[in-house]
């Protein structure tokens, strides 16, 4: 969707396989609720959220998960690079290319600047986490790079649900970027004993789902982490 304004988006075909980095960058507003279900994304689209920095709920059930990272909801640390070239005078310029004659820092420092504020306007890196930092370097030709560093990523998400996915492994840090998360849906995986150690890092979660997986017994203090703020646990065993 381009320029347009949406609260909450829902796309389910039962084809889409993978997200692109830039599927919600001309989006008007903040989105505030995304559902992915019933596709065959084998991955989390981590490029695509990590500019989704209202989100509060995020919908990835019904799909073919089998693990997930330390990074699967993390921000973005890298790209898009936007080069910008300072050549030499009596070069032709090009769309990328601005001929200067005399390519002193100062001027190299304010043209970069000027194309860092006009990129603002540009529905494709005009996101509200971006920063940016530039990065000199001084060979035959000036080479500028504005590189979008660290965006903050899904922190304010409460809802997720990854139930029906084939997750089998879960990072021990996986949700550790997800800080007030309260409600979590695991049911319909394959869980065993040893994934629920990534249930560490999650101070605020209040609900959680474990229906449905290959736990093999009963749930007890030495299986769970501590979840101080957790008042709704549901768990059915699948032997």
């Known amino acids: 969707p381009q320029g347009v304004s949406l609260h909450g988006l829902v796309v389910s075909s039962g084809e889409l396989r993978r997200v ?3 599927a919600f960058s001309r989006l ?6 995304l559902g992915l279900p019933n ?5 989390v689209p981590t490029g695509a959220l990590a500019i989704l920095s209202s989100l509060d709920r995020l919908d990835l059930s019904h799909n073919v998960l089998r693990s997930l990272t330390g990074r699967s909801f993390q921000g973005s640390t890298g790209g898009p690079f936007l080069p910008f070239w300072l050549r030499p005078a009596g070069h032709a ?3 990328d290319l601005v001929e200067v004659k005399n390519a002193e820092w100062e001027l190299i420092l304010r043209t970069c600047l000027m194309y860092i504020l006009s990129s603002w306007e540009h529905p494709q890196y005009n996101n509200p986490c971006s ?7 001084r ?16 922190t304010n998400l409460t809802f997720l649900d990854l139930s029906d996915n084939s997750l089998g492994r879960l990072d021990a840090n996986t949700f550790s970027s997800l800080p007030v998360l309260l409600t ?3 049911k319909g995986n394959k869980l065993a004993v040893a994934g629920v150690a990534a249930l560490q890092g999650l101070p605020a979660l209040q609900e959680l789902d474990l229906g449905s997986n290959l736990l093999g017994g009963p749930l007890g203090p030495k299986t769970l982490p ?6 709704v646990l549901q768990f059915t065993a699948d032997f």
Not at 39 to 43: A, I, V
Not at 226 to 231: A, C, D, E, Q, W
Request: overall charge positive.
């Open 131 to 137: 920063k940016y930092i530039l990065e000199i370097q």
């Open 93 to 95: 310029p090009t769309p």
């Open 139 to 154: 060979p035959l030709l000036y080479k500028l790079a504005c590189v979008m560093i660290m965006c903050k990523g899904l």
């Open 184 to 186: 979590l849906r695991l």
């Open 28 to 33: 008007v507003g903040p989105l505030q609720a």
């Open 20 to 22: 692109s980095e830039r």
């Open 226 to 231: 501590p979840l101080l703020s957790l008042r």
């Open 39 to 43: 596709n065959r994304l084998e991955s």
